[in-house]
């Protein structure tokens, strides 16, 4: 099993920013990401930097770190610009990018633009246009193209992502249209389990839910004639019942960490603390789970 980070984008590139990215690669992190929104729940009115240019940055000041968005969506991107970014992106950090990418929700970035918040089907119908379009426009030297909602006319991708054939995509989905565009477009799928078991939920009914959805991707792979286990399995942590729990000591995180991994989870992401929040947690127990914990799993 892997072990990755997320790191919010709230602080400074010049007071401490930068040093969060350098310390995930000395830490061995196998990857780090960073949530691409304008804003996000409790911190909107604080310090919010956007993902894209962080990422370059962070692609600019580290050799072996993966680096990727958890995750990008429709909210406010296009596919035609997003692909010149992501490509620019991947050259820069010489081919270390995954895209995390999902159909977006309700938050701030749902109506930053001046539109009213798209329902859910109404998501899933321009995430289901959008990432065919955007594995084109990656793929492809010239795209033309005309939906019902995003229009490519002769967009221009040369020389292309270095990474062949294109960056790859981490489809995050729970629903069958997006499991569908997993199977079909992701070199790896997201997950952060069942938000209806947020509250109330336990970690026994979380683990059965995120069962489910893992025999959900199963299905929508079958259905194309593609292996499941040719996708990698993502866990960004933090949404399941026991929430910053596992990362109390480190014997408490290999405990969970077994038991995702027991379902074929083979990545696991966690949050980087940040003090007062919800992600607040003992840095010297993180960073000591870092270390650890990779080779207790194996």
Same mark, same amino acid.
């Given at each position: 099993?892997?072990?990755?980070?997320?790191?919010?984008?709230?602080?400074?590139?010049?007071?401490?920013?930068?040093?969060?990215?350098?310390?995930?690669?000395?830490?061995?992190?196998?990857?780090?990401?960073?949530?691409?929104?304008?804003?996000?729940?409790?911190?909107?009115?604080?310090?919010?930097?956007?993902?894209?240019?962080?990422?370059?940055?962070?692609?600019?000041?580290?050799?072996?770190?993966?680096?990727?968005?958890?995750?990008?969506?429709?909210?406010?991107?296009?596919?035609?610009?997003?692909?010149?970014?992501?490509?620019?992106?991947?050259?820069?950090?010489?081919?270390?990018?995954?895209?995390?990418?999902?159909?977006?929700?309700?938050?701030?970035?749902?109506?930053?633009?001046?539109?009213?918040?798209?329902?859910?089907?109404?998501?899933?119908?321009?995430?289901?246009?959008?990432?065919?379009?955007? =594995? %084109?426009?990656?793929?492809?030297?010239? /795209?033309?193209?005309?939906? *019902? #909602?995003?229009?490519? @006319?002769? +967009?221009?991708? $040369?020389?292309?992502?270095?990474?062949?054939?294109?960056?790859?995509?981490?489809?995050?989905?729970?629903?069958?249209?997006?499991?569908?565009?997993?199977?079909?477009?992701?070199?790896?799928?997201?997950?952060?389990?069942?938000?209806?078991?947020?509250?109330?939920?336990?970690?026994?009914?979380?683990?059965?839910?995120?069962?489910?959805?893992?025999?959900?991707?199963?299905?929508?792979?079958?259905?194309?004639?593609?292996?499941?286990?040719?996708?990698?399995?993502?866990?960004?942590?933090?949404?399941?019942? =026991? %929430?910053?729990?596992?990362?109390?000591? /480190?014997?408490?995180?290999? *405990? #969970?960490?077994?038991? @995702?991994? +027991?379902?074929? $989870?083979?990545?696991?992401?966690?949050?980087?603390?940040?003090?007062?929040?919800?992600?607040?947690?003992?840095?010297?127990?993180?960073?000591?789970?870092?270390?650890?914990?990779?080779?207790?799993?194996?």
């Amino acid at each position: 099993m892997r072990l990755s980070t997320v790191i919010l984008p709230v602080r400074r590139w010049s007071e401490g920013g930068r040093d969060q990215w350098l310390r995930a690669e000395e830490l061995g992190f196998h990857a780090a990401y960073t949530y691409d929104h304008l804003s996000w729940r409790s911190f909107r009115d604080g310090p919010w930097f956007g993902a894209l240019p962080t990422l370059t940055a962070a692609a600019a000041v580290t050799d072996r770190l993966r680096l990727g968005t958890l995750v990008t969506s429709p909210n406010f991107r296009h596919p035609v610009t997003l692909a010149k970014e992501l490509i620019s992106l991947d050259d820069v950090s010489g081919g270390r990018v995954t895209l995390g990418i999902g159909a977006g929700g309700t938050g701030f970035d749902a109506t930053a633009l001046g539109q009213e918040p798209w329902t859910p089907r109404e998501r899933a119908d321009r995430f289901g246009e959008f990432v065919p379009l955007l =594995d %084109r426009l990656l793929t492809e030297d010239a /795209v033309s193209s005309e939906g *019902d #909602f995003y229009t490519a @006319h002769e +967009a221009r991708n $040369i020389p292309g992502c270095v990474q062949r054939p294109r960056l790859p995509f981490a489809v995050a989905a729970t629903g069958p249209r997006g499991m569908r565009l997993a199977a079909r477009y992701g070199q790896a799928w997201v997950t952060t389990g069942d938000p209806k078991l947020y509250e109330d939920g336990t970690p026994e009914q979380s683990v059965d839910a995120v069962r489910g959805q893992l025999d959900r991707l199963a299905d929508a792979c079958a259905g194309i004639g593609r292996d499941a286990a040719e996708l990698d399995r993502i866990l960004l942590t933090g949404f399941t019942p =026991d %929430r910053t729990d596992p990362l109390r000591s /480190v014997d408490a995180f290999v *405990d #969970f960490a077994g038991r @995702h991994a +027991a379902l074929g $989870i083979d990545e696991l992401v966690i949050h980087w603390p940040i003090p007062d929040s919800d992600f607040a947690a003992d840095q010297a127990v993180f960073e000591k789970i870092a270390v650890e914990v990779p080779a207790q799993l194996g």
